[in-house]
């Protein structure tokens, strides 16, 4: 029985990767910052860990304490949307903090068990906004994109020594708190001049047919943890497939 390991599952995207992998009889380790033990079926095969990847001792405690793990899962993160010009340098490096740092952080920790072993797979969840530029939206397509090419460098060091590295990259989905951290967050990141912009935006966000479902990340993950022969990067939803194929 393999073990999971997966950051950021509070909600959204990590807590139904969590669930499918516990459906697939996967011993998975849970994250979050505040645990929570109601969001997940009781089973002898979860273990739910605080973890805020930000923090260097609370990754330092969530690797001692999850023990050896086959997949790590680089799923944590937070949304910001506003206009650069109008955001605090402090809010920018928060954004860094969470969602690149604290993947490579995560990714260095769990490095020497994989190489020990001589196996291993870390799987970095970013973003479809990699693939195709929108605006409102640079320091966190910055953020994502700083993955993107961390993981495809990091992916040829790494082989030599039995451990992969791949990408997921999921597209606008309703049902991750991404909205709701970049509402949050462009209170005051959305001046003026950009108010016309920005209500653009928001309508074409609404208008979107093609979505991405966390099933869909779930399952991309499954792809990458259980198909030796699965691609480095594997976009998840339709959107995101559709951006994919548009180069």
């Known amino acids: 029985m393999k073990t999971i390991f997966i950051t950021g599952c509070s909600s959204g995207f990590g807590l139904e990767i969590a669930r499918y992998f516990l459906q697939r009889d996967w011993k998975v380790i849970a994250t979050m910052r505040t645990p929570r033990h109601d969001l997940l079926p009781a089973s002898p095969h979860l273990r739910i860990l605080p973890l805020d990847v930000a923090d260097a ?30 955001q605090p340098m402090a809010q920018v490096r928060e954004l860094f903090e969470t969602n690149t740092l604290g993947s490579i952080a995560m990714t260095q920790a769990f490095i020497p068990q994989m190489r020990a072993r001589g196996q291993g797979l870390v799987i970095n969840v970013t973003s479809s906004v990699t693939l195709r530029a929108l605006p409102l939206l640079a320091v966190y397509t910055a953020s994502k994109a700083a993955i993107n090419a961390f993981t495809e460098s990091l992916a040829l060091e790494l082989a030599p020594l039995g451990v992969q590295v791949r990408l997921v990259l999921p597209g606008r989905s309703p049902q991750t708190r991404f909205a709701e951290n970049a509402r949050a967050r462009m209170a005051a990141s959305v001046p003026e001049p ?34 030796p ?12 497939r559709e951006w994919a194929r548009a180069g």
Do not use: C
């Open 194 to 227: 950009y108010a016309a912009l920005a209500a653009q935006v928001f309508e074409n966000f609404q208008a979107a047919t093609q979505l991405t479902y966390a099933e869909d990340v779930a399952e991309a993950v499954w792809q990458a943890a259980n198909d």
């Open 57 to 86: 001792h609370s990754i330092q405690a969530a690797v001692e304490a999850a023990g050896p793990v086959d997949v790590l899962v680089n799923n944590a993160g937070i949304g910001n949307l506003g206009a650069l010009e109008a």
């Open 229 to 240: 022969k699965a691609p480095m990067r594997i976009p998840a939803g339709e959107d995101a």
